[in-house]
Structure formats: C-alpha cells, structure tokens
C-alpha cells in the first residue's frame, strides 16, 4: 500500500474491542442454542439443522457485501450493523417457543457474524500496511477466540453442573442466558460507530495489476485463493462442529454443561494464545507449513478427543492442543488471500473465502447431523477431522520462495 497516508490506529483498537463484545455474545448464544433445541423436543439433526441455518443465509450475501466493502469509502456503517444483529439475534433466541423460530434466530446471528466479519477483514486489508497485516488479522481472530472462550464459559455457568434436568427448567435456563448474550452484545454497538479510519489510503495503481475487480471466476484463479477457501472452510467448519456436538458429546458421556463450557473456553483460549503468537512462528516456518500444521494438529488431536471426553483433564489437554491449531491458520488464510489479489478485489476476495466457510458451515454440520444418529456425537467429530484430512492432502506442494 505505498503512498498511502498514515492512518490512526484507533479505530483498529475499537475494532478489536466491538469484536470481543459481539462475539462473547454470539458463543454465548450458540451452544446454549443446541442446549434449547434438545429442551424443545429435538435431537441430533435439529441441531445440525440449526447450526447450519447460522451459515446458510449468509451463503446468498457474502459476495454482493464483500462488493459493497470494496466500493464504500468506510466501512463503519456495515460493522455496525453487524452488531446490531449480533445483538438482535439473542433476544429473538430468548422467546422463541419452537424450533422453526430459533432456526430463524440463529440465521440473524449468522448474518449479523457476516457482516461484522467481511467489514473487519476489509478494512484491515484496507487500512493496514502489508508488513503488519498477519499480526493484524491474528489480533483480529484473536478477539473472535476471546468471545469463542468466555461465551462459553459464561453458557455453562448458567446451565450449572446438573445433569438430568427436566426440559422445563433446562429451557428457562438457557432462555435467561441468551438475554445476557444480547446486553452484552449490545454494549459492542458504541464501538462498532468508533471504527472509521481517520484517513482514506490513496494507493498508487499497479500498472500489472488491474483496477477493476476481479469476477469470480478470474478470483477462483489464484491458486491461492482456492487452497485458502478449502483449507480456512475445514478449520472454520471444525470450531462450529465442536460447538454445536460437545454439549450433545457431553450428554452422551455424563459431562455436565459447566465442564463442556470449560472445555470449549479452553479450546479458544488455545487459539487465542496461537494467533497472538503468530509473528514469533512466522520468522520460524513459512505461512505454508504454519497452515498444514494447523490442519494437521487439529485433526489427529479431535480424533481422539471422543474416547477420552469422560476423562476431563485428558479432554482438556486434548483440546488445548487442538485448539492451538485450529486457531493457528485462520489469520494466515486471511493474510495469504489478501495478498494474492488486486487491491480492487481484496473485499470480494475475502468475502468468498467467507463464502467457503459458510458453504461449509451449511453442509458439515448437517451432515454431521445425520451422522450423529446412527453414530453419536462422536461420530459428527470425526467426519470434521476426515474434511481437515482432505484440506491437508489438497495443498500443492511448496516452491522455492513461497512462504
């Protein structure tokens, strides 16, 4: 981004913390929804079905907002409305009576998750300079981990340590929780409007680059872009199944909700330290490696996790471990994507990596769904680890230079 002017950092800062308060919101909200469901009669496919609505409105916007980021001058107005939706979407969970409503529900926040992600993402391949941009995006997951760890931490101490629970009282609980989850989604509203640049970049036109943006067909092209899209899908698709399938694991298993809330904090807390650490591994291993690794480690680690889940500190370990993972590729996919794109086309390109993630969103966990009746739970978990499997196997084979 040479010749672009300074650009004050603050509005980054308010970003980051518009992020942590939506997001503890939204991974509040999220498994209190599988606990909801099950306290509405449902089973394994209901939650399958409803973790996959999350994603599947989202799926016929992704590429028409990532177009509107790349057009608009700032990109406060749409973060902001990412966070009123975020906020909207529990309390629309909290009185929602039946299962068609709370799969409803859950397509606000999946929407409200869109356009709050695609308008961060944007402006940061906008506004910050190339050198810094892998730590930026690792702050900028980080703070999604931050929300993905005490969310559910916070859903589990609602729910306490019973087990056995009668449907009337479990859905009371979790009804309460979600109106937590939206107050504290809303305090994230004033700071979305804090998130405006201080300063447009005027960047310099690459003669070898083109200004108009690339179509879809020319974006799906870069090889880069489509490793990234496979491999961003497999890790994103992962966190959702383990979201949506440890509280019915636990179930399974006799874990109570407060240590499955636990040990979903402990997975995000994992990733948090992964991203934040990520400049340090990055003058070590090339983005690459990093990147296989992610899909690699989280894989084997989930693998095993559903024979060890009744044993607590083991499944800790476990996911501690394969949460490093998890969050270690995210932010590399996001950095690997913006820069193998022309500056015109970073807010599509980044819009159709999310496009894959919520592609996968949609199908795995609903098929996950529909494996977890005749296999349980466990077996939901292992059809996430066979996708992070293929994404590895699907990355072509380094070159001299790349990193």
């Given at each position: 981004?040479?010749?672009?002017?300074?650009?004050?950092?603050?509005?980054?800062?308010?970003?980051?913390?518009?992020?942590?308060?939506?997001?503890?919101?939204?991974?509040?909200?999220?498994?209190?929804?599988?606990?909801k469901v099950l306290a509405l009669g449902g089973e394994s496919l209901s939650v399958g079905m409803t973790s996959a609505a999350y994603a599947l409105v989202p799926?016929?916007?992704?590429?028409?907002?990532?177009?509107?980021?790349?057009?608009?001058?700032?990109?406060?107005?749409?973060?902001?409305?990412?966070?009123?939706?975020?906020?909207?979407?529990?309390?629309?969970?909290?009185?929602?009576?039946?299962?068609?409503?709370?799969?409803?529900?859950?397509?606000?926040?999946?929407?409200?998750?869109?356009?709050?992600?695609?308008?961060?993402?944007?402006?940061?391949?906008?506004?910050?300079?190339?050198?810094?941009?892998?730590?930026?995006?690792?702050?900028?997951?980080?703070?999604?981990?931050?929300?993905?760890?005490?969310?559910?931490?916070?859903?589990?101490?609602?729910?306490?340590?019973?087990?056995?629970?009668?449907?009337?009282?479990?859905?009371?609980?979790?009804?309460?929780?979600?109106?937590?989850?939206?107050?504290?989604?809303?305090?994230?509203?004033?700071?979305?409007?804090?998130?405006?640049?201080?300063?447009?970049?005027?960047?310099?036109?690459?003669?070898?680059?083109?200004t108009r943006p690339d179509s879809v067909a020319a974006l799906l092209r870069y090889p880069t872009v489509r490793t990234n899209m496979v491999a961003s899908l497999?890790?994103?698709?992962?966190?959702?199944?383990?979201?949506?399938?440890?509280?019915?694991?636990?179930?399974?298993?006799?874990?109570?909700?407060?240590?499955?809330?636990?040990?979903?904090?402990?997975?995000?807390?994992?990733?948090?330290?992964?991203?934040?650490?990520?400049?340090?591994?990055?003058?070590?291993?090339?983005?690459?490696?990093?990147?296989?690794?992610?899909?690699?480690?989280?894989?084997?680690?989930?693998?095993?996790?559903?024979?060890?889940?009744?044993?607590?500190?083991?499944?800790?370990?476990?996911l501690a471990i394969g949460g490093f993972f998890l969050g270690l590729g995210q932010p590399i996919t996001m950095t690997l994507v913006t820069q193998s794109v022309?500056?015109?086309?970073?807010?599509?390109?980044?819009?159709?990596?999310?496009?894959?993630?919520?592609?996968?969103?949609?199908?795995?966990?609903?098929?996950?769904?529909?494996?977890?009746?005749?296999?349980?739970?466990?077996?939901?978990?292992?059809?996430?680890?066979?996708?992070?499997?293929?994404?590895?196997?699907?990355?072509?084979?380094?070159?001299?230079?790349?990193?």
């Amino acid at each position: 981004m040479s010749g672009n002017r300074p650009v004050s950092r603050g509005w980054f800062w308010m970003l980051i913390a518009a992020a942590v308060l939506g997001q503890i919101g939204l991974n509040l909200s999220r498994p209190l929804i599988s606990y909801k469901v099950l306290a509405l009669g449902g089973e394994s496919l209901s939650v399958g079905m409803t973790s996959a609505a999350y994603a599947l409105v989202p799926v016929a916007a992704a590429l028409w907002l990532g177009r509107v980021t790349d057009r608009r001058h700032s990109l406060k107005g749409v973060v902001a409305v990412g966070s009123l939706l975020l906020a909207a979407g529990p309390f629309v969970l909290a009185v929602s009576p039946s299962l068609v409503l709370v799969t409803m529900a859950s397509a606000i926040l999946g929407m409200g998750h869109l356009c709050f992600t695609i308008a961060g993402q944007s402006a940061i391949a906008r506004f910050v300079p190339p050198g810094n941009m892998d730590s930026a995006f690792g702050w900028f997951t980080a703070s999604f981990a931050m929300g993905q760890m005490i969310g559910p931490l916070l859903a589990g101490l609602a729910l306490g340590p019973s087990q056995g629970v009668p449907a009337e009282v479990r859905l009371i609980d979790a009804n309460t929780a979600l109106l937590m989850a939206g107050f504290i989604s809303v305090f994230a509203v004033p700071f979305a409007f804090g998130t405006a640049a201080k300063h447009a970049p005027t960047v310099k036109p690459d003669a070898a680059m083109p200004t108009r943006p690339d179509s879809v067909a020319a974006l799906l092209r870069y090889p880069t872009v489509r490793t990234n899209m496979v491999a961003s899908l497999a890790l994103l698709a992962t966190t959702d199944i383990l979201v949506a399938f440890l509280p019915l694991l636990g179930e399974d298993k006799g874990v109570p909700p407060v240590v499955v809330g636990l040990l979903l904090a402990t997975r995000a807390a994992a990733s948090i330290a992964s991203r934040l650490l990520l400049p340090v591994l990055l003058t070590r291993w090339s983005r690459r490696t990093l990147v296989i690794s992610s899909l690699a480690g989280a894989g084997t680690t989930i693998a095993i996790l559903p024979w060890l889940f009744h044993v607590s500190w083991m499944a800790g370990l476990l996911l501690a471990i394969g949460g490093f993972f998890l969050g270690l590729g995210q932010p590399i996919t996001m950095t690997l994507v913006t820069q193998s794109v022309p500056h015109a086309s970073r807010g599509a390109a980044l819009a159709l990596r999310l496009l894959g993630n919520r592609l996968g969103q949609v199908t795995l966990p609903a098929a996950a769904g529909l494996l977890a009746g005749p296999a349980g739970a466990s077996g939901a978990l292992w059809m996430s680890c066979a996708v992070l499997a293929a994404a590895c196997i699907l990355w072509p084979p380094d070159k001299p230079g790349t990193g």
